[in-house]
C-alpha cells in the first residue's frame, strides 16, 4: 500500500494510467462534488463490490478525511489488490485536484 498526499494524486494517476480512483464517501457526498475520473463506492459497500473490481487495476482510495482510504486500502491489499490511500481531507485534495460538481450520476 501506497500513501498520496493530496497534491500528488494528479502526477499520480498521470504514471498509473490504468488506476482506479475509488471515492469512498456517501453518495450524496459524491453526487455534490467529486474528483474527475472518479468512481463512488461508499466505505460500507466496499466489501461487497471487491468481486467486480478488475484484479489487475491499482486502486486509490480517498475518503472525507482519510481514515477510510487508508482501512481500505490495508483491506483490499490483503485481499490481493494493489492499492494507495490518499491521506487528508476531501477539502484539502479537491484544492489540488479537478472535480466535478452539480451533477447527479
Avoid at 3 to 22: C, E, F, S
Avoid at 60 to 67: A, D
Amino acid at each position: 500500500m501506497q500513501t498520496l498526499a493530496g497534491r500528488d494524486v494528479d502526477r499520480y494517476r498521470q504514471g498509473h494510467p490504468r488506476a482506479m480512483l475509488i471515492d469512498l464517501r456517501p453518495r450524496q457526498a459524491f453526487r455534490a462534488s467529486h474528483i474527475r475520473g472518479a468512481v463512488n463506492i461508499p466505505y460500507p459497500s466496499l466489501e461487497k463490490a471487491a468481486g467486480r473490481l478488475p484484479a489487475d487495476t491499482e486502486l486509490i482510495f480517498y475518503c472525507e478525511r482519510g481514515g477510510s482510504a487508508m482501512a481500505a486500502a490495508r483491506r483490499m491489499e490483503e485481499k490481493g489488490f494493489q492499492t494507495a490511500a490518499v491521506i487528508g481531507a476531501y477539502e484539502d485534495i479537491s484544492r489540488l485536484t479537478e472535480t466535478v460538481s452539480g451533477f447527479n450520476i
